[in-house]
């Protein structure tokens, strides 16, 4: 091959980082911030682009801004090449030093407040160079940016079929209930108890309410949701204040709340998964250091 097809690559190769985030981002302030320069730069950057090819690639929409037809042809062709290339600069950089270097790390909201940040404590007390972009986000959102290259690492509860995982442990499922409630008392309860009780829960997109879901289904009745709320403290708040029931990660103790087990295997896997793309040294480094620790700090670890 003599050439390539568009005798404008050099020109356009170098503008594509600046589209791929201003594309994910939706907004160009936002995007900037990302990338480290000022809007006014990625504001011209993005206007070379599109006078290069020719069209429009962003319109505005409310504050942000969004992709236009041939914004989302070209956002669809290239995102994959942006990453392989990010991908390709970190390798080549960290192998010159595997003690430095930056993991993109996620983890699910029911893991945050004790056992993550211990994990990575321990861990940058073995590699204090090795920089980190941490994101707090649901099972399907963790996945989703490590499929699209925007995550390293995640631990994720369950994992999915389709991305490199190795099981960390399980995570088991209680009822928890306000200290004065009629069952606070029982050693164990089935689902079949709660047909009348009102429930705090997640919003469906999370996996914990599809499990609530389909165990109430098995137990022969839909639950009554009466408070659906994405933060896990903020529910078990609720609980204590004897709002409803919830079904629950098993948590740290509190003298506001009682955890009863459920009849039955109540439980979910824990994976570490990763993409499909060759890991740096800093990336591998915090791999084999969280399946080798999980049994210290994951519920149930290996």
Known sequence: ????RSGRIAEIVPLLAAFDTAATEGHITHAAAVL??????LSRRLKSLEQILGVALFQPVGRGVALTA????????????VRVLDDAVNVVRSNADPDSGSVRFGFPLT????????????????????RFGLVQAHGEALCAMVREGRLDL????????????????????LLYVAPSHRLADRGEVALTDLAAEHFIANPPVFHLRRLLDSWCKEAGFVPNVAFEIGEFETARALVAQGLGVALLPASVSRDDL????????????????????????????LHEHI????????????
């Open 1 to 4: 091959m003599d050439g390539y």
């Open 36 to 41: 480290g320069v000022p809007q006014s730069s």
């Open 70 to 81: 041939a914004g989302r042809e070209l956002h669809e062709r290239t995102r994959g090449v």
């Open 111 to 130: 893991l945050g407040p004790v056992s993550i940040p211990s994990l990575l404590a321990e861990f940058h007390d073995t590699a204090p160079r090795i």
């Open 154 to 173: 995640a631990v994720v509860i369950p994992p999915p079929d389709d991305l490199a995982v190795v099981l960390l442990g399980k995570q088991r499922i």
């Open 258 to 285: 009682v955890g009863i087990p459920l009849t039955g295997n109540r439980d979910r896997d824990i994976g570490l998964v990763s993409g499909h793309h060759r890991p740096t040294p800093a990336v591998a480094r």
């Open 291 to 302: 399946v080798r620790r999980a049994g210290a700090f994951v519920p149930g670890g290996r």
